[in-house]
């Protein structure tokens, strides 16, 4: 049972390259997140997708851009690195009910030299 | 101001002591409520949730919930050194679809 897969695990960047991170889940949930860390900073919302074929921006999502392929799948692209996005990135997902958890993937350690 | 707050600490007690964390939130039609646990380099995994006011007991954490005074905590009784971690706060907020914020977390060490 894999639940949320993230690609790369680690990734380096030179500022202005682009690159597109990777998720899917295998729990057929409706809603899925993209989250970065920072230190001391906690998990900051990225974008976030309720159902298939919407997105959303939350609270930090300037610089990037996202695309809710499918059900499964939920893809977060930097088009233009800064080292201001040197980041842990977590893709997560939940059925979208009141009640329900996070899940998270595994995380993605990006540095933009 | 951020909509979800936590002491970033770091907290420390001793083991065997209560660990208080706790956590306030801004006026949102905030839904429900989770405690998450981090370990260093690993993902957040949820140890509570709570979604009325009151207490709520699990072992031997218990959430607490106020939402007239929007105040979430999260009490760790008989602190051991593997419940160092950083505890995050998230609420899940009602914006047509559901999203969840995080707090910053606050970092915890139980001294041995």
């Known amino acids: 049972n894999a639940g949320v897969t993230q690609t790369p695990k680690f990734q380096v960047l030179k500022t202005g390259q682009s690159m597109t991170l990777q998720c899917a889940q295998d729990?057929?949930?409706?809603?899925m997140y993209w989250y970065r860390q920072d230190p001391g900073m906690g998990l900051r919302l990225i974008y976030y997708?309720?159902?298939?074929?919407?997105?959303d921006k939350g609270e930090v999502p300037n610089g990037y851009n996202v695309s809710r392929l499918n059900k499964r799948e939920f893809s977060l692209r930097l088009e233009s690195a800064a080292p201001s996005q040197t980041s842990v990135y977590f893709c997560?997902?939940?059925?979208?009910?009141?009640?329900?958890?996070?899940?998270f993937g595994s995380g993605t350690q990006l540095s933009v030299l | 101001q951020k909509e979800v707050e936590q002491n970033s600490g770091p907290l420390s007690v001793p083991e065997g002591a209560i660990a208080s964390l706790n956590c306030t939130y801004s006026d949102r039609v905030s839904q429900s409520f989770f405690w998450y646990r981090q370990y260093s380099g690993k993902s957040p995994e949820l140890i509570m949730s709570i979604y009325s006011n009151g207490d709520k007991e699990d072992g031997r954490f218990t959430a607490q919930l106020n939402k007239a005074s929007q105040y979430v905590s999260l009490l760790i009784r008989d602190s051991q050194p593997s419940d160092s971690a950083t505890y995050l706060c998230a609420v899940k907020v009602d914006t047509g679809g559901f999203k969840t914020i995080f707090g910053a977390g606050t970092r915890l060490f139980v001294k041995a």
């Open positions: 997560a997902s939940e059925q979208g009910s009141t009640n329900e958890k996070l899940f």
């Open positions: 729990m057929n949930h409706n809603s």
């Open positions: 997708s309720a159902s298939e074929g919407t997105t």
